[in-house]
T-cell receptor, first 111, second 113 residues
C-alpha cells in the first residue's frame, strides 16, 4: 500500500519558534508538494520540488522554506512561527505520470 | 494561469437523492482534472480523474464526472446519496498528470437521513 507519511498529526508551537514539518513517501516519486488548507480557501500551494535539492515557490511561500536532501523526504520549515500560520498542512507526492497521493495532514496551532 | 471555481461551499441533500457538486476550471492548455474527497481530520483521497481519454469518468463509491470542454466544467454526480458520503470535496486542475494541483475552494456535502 502506497504511503505518504507526515511526522505529526497535531502540533502546538509558540510564536517565534522554528518549526519543522516532515513528510516521507515510499513510492520513489520524483515530485513532492506542501499545501496549506484553510476553510473557504481550499488548498494553496506553498512550495514544491521536482528533484532532490531542488525547490520552487508555490503561491504562498512567504514565511516558509523547504528542504529536500533525499528523494523520499520533503521538509517544510517555518523560520519564525506566527499565529497566522495556524492551519492544516498537507504533503503530497506524484510520479511523472501518476496522480497525487496525500499524507494525513498536520494540524498546526501557533499560540 | 490555471484556476478552479467550485460553486457552493455547502451542499445538503437527503439520503437517496441525487448529488451534484459543481466545478468550473480555467486552463490555457488541455487540463488534467481531479476530484478528491476529504473525511474529517484525514488527508485527501482521489475519487476520480480526467486525463484526456473518455469524457465521462467513473470513480470510486459510485461517483462520476463529465468533462465538458465547451462549458469548461467537470461536475461531480452520484445518483443516490448515502450517509457515508458526507465529507468535503475538492476539484483540482493540473497541466499534466504528475504536476502541481490547483484546487477549488471545496464543497462540504451534508447528507440528511
Amino acid at each position: 500500500d502506497v504511503k505518504v507519511t507526515q511526522s505529526s498529526r497535531y502540533l502546538v508551537k509558540r510564536t517565534g519558534e522554528k518549526v519543522f514539518l516532515e513528510c516521507v513517501q515510499d513510492m520513489d516519486h520524483e515530485n513532492m508538494f506542501w499545501y496549506r488548507q484553510d476553510p473557504g480557501l481550499g488548498l494553496r500551494l506553498i512550495y514544491f520540488s521536482y528533484d532532490v535539492k531542488m525547490k520552487e515557490k508555490g503561491d504562498i511561500p512567504e514565511g516558509y522554506s523547504v528542504s529536500r536532501e533525499k528523494k523520499e523526504r520533503f521538509s517544510l520549515i517555518l523560520e519564525s512561527a506566527s499565529t497566522n500560520q495556524t492551519s492544516m498542512y498537507l504533503c503530497a507526492s506524484t510520479g511523472w505520470n501518476t496522480e497525487a497521493f496525500f499524507g494525513q495532514g498536520t494540524r498546526l496551532t501557533v499560540v | 494561469a490555471q484556476s478552479v471555481t467550485q460553486l457552493g461551499s455547502h451542499v445538503s441533500v437527503s439520503e437517496g437523492a441525487l448529488v451534484l457538486l459543481r466545478c468550473n476550471y480555467s486552463s490555457s492548455v488541455p487540463p488534467y482534472l481531479f476530484w478528491y474527497v476529504q473525511y474529517p481530520n484525514q488527508g485527501l483521497q482521489l475519487l476520480l480523474k480526467y486525463t484526456s481519454a473518455a469524457t465521462l469518468v467513473k470513480g470510486i463509491n459510485g461517483f462520476e464526472a463529465e468533462f465538458k470542454k465547451s462549458e469548461t466544467s467537470f461536475h461531480l454526480t452520484k445518483p443516490s446519496a448515502h450517509m457515508s458520503d458526507a465529507a468535503e470535496y475538492f476539484c483540482a486542475v493540473s497541466d499534466y498528470k504528475g504536476g502541481k494541483l490547483i484546487f477549488g475552494q471545496g464543497t462540504e456535502l451534508s447528507v440528511k437521513p
